[in-house]
Structures are given as structure tokens and as C-alpha cells.
């Protein structure tokens, strides 16, 4: 019997919340990410935002833009953090032209998901994305607040 995959994965370091909102996420992929020290440390403490983020496809390489790690007060005073470089995705070539092509012909955007920990190592999870229209945005909240309404309608009707 195959297990289903979790949605959250156990060291959640920060969620990108707004993706779902305003993509229909199509295909998920984990990345690795090349960092330095500081920005190892900066993770650990929580000091993320995804919500600006997005991935870019150059050079057959793939590289994170717009994410947000604040730098630590103890941070080393001979390193220069800048907190909104580029990184660099590690990902497999079979992938990134997968994405590549995708992203090309078929009008998809990358977006990051999650950033996480695994085996002590710093992930990302990107997804292949689809922008929503206003209409879809409205049709979503509808169907939320329509599952909100007949579970609170269920639990009243079982007490």
C-alpha cells in the first residue's frame, strides 16, 4: 500500500501561502540550493520569504530570484550578505529541460512552494504554475468558504 505524500513537509522552513491563491500548481519538483553560511544560518532562524519569489531558467541553469533571507545581527562582519541575490537551483539536467520547454511553449511560470529541511540539507519545492484569472480567484473562495459552511454544518447536526 503506497503512502500518500504529505502537503507540509516536517522541517517547514517557510510556505509561500500567496502561490496557491494566485496559481493552479501543475507539477511539483524539489530542488536543492547553493548557499553560504550566513544564509544557512538565516534559515534556521526563520528569517524567509518566499512570497516574491520566482525562478528563472538561464544558461541551462536554474536559479531562484526575488526570495528574501534577512541576514543575522551576528553575521560575520567581513561578508557582505546581500538578502535578495540570485540562487542557484540544483536540480538535474533531464529536469530543467522538462521546465525549460514548459515553460517556453506552454506559458507556465516557476514559482517556489516551501523551502524545507531534509536529511539536514536546505530544499525547495517549485512548482510548475498556471496563473489564475479573477474569475478563478473568486471560484476558489467560493468552494472554501462552501467546505467551511457544510463543516460546520455537519458538526452542528452531531452534537
Excluded: C
Excluded at 503506497?2 to 493552479?24: C, P, V
Excluded at 541551462?60 to 542557484?88: C, F, Q
Excluded at 539536514?120 to 480567484?137: S, T
Aim: no cysteine.
Amino acid at each position: 500500500m503506497a503512502q500518500k505524500e504529505k502537503e507540509t513537509h516536517e522541517g517547514t522552513i517557510s510556505l509561500n501561502r500567496r502561490a496557491r491563491y494566485d496559481f493552479f500548481i501543475d507539477e511539483r519538483y524539489e530542488a536543492g540550493l547553493a548557499l553560504f553560511g550566513w544564509e544557512v544560518k538565516s534559515m534556521r532562524a526563520g528569517r524567509v520569504q518566499l512570497g516574491e519569489g520566482y525562478v528563472l531558467i538561464k544558461n541551462d541553469e536554474a536559479w531562484l530570484h526575488g526570495t528574501h533571507l534577512t541576514p543575522l545581527n551576528s553575521a560575520s562582519t567581513h561578508v557582505i550578505a546581500d538578502p535578495t541575490r540570485s540562487r542557484k537551483l540544483l536540480l538535474k539536467r533531464k529536469e530543467i529541460d522538462h521546465l525549460a520547454g514548459a515553460v517556453d511553449r506552454k506559458g507556465f511560470t516557476l514559482i517556489p512552494l516551501s523551502l524545507y529541511w531534509k536529511n539536514g540539507r536546505a530544499k525547495v519545492e517549485i512548482g510548475l504554475a498556471r496563473g489564475k484569472k479573477e474569475h478563478d480567484k473568486r471560484a476558489t473562495e467560493k468552494d472554501k468558504d462552501w467546505q467551511r459552511e457544510k463543516t460546520r454544518a455537519l458538526r452542528e447536526r452531531n452534537r
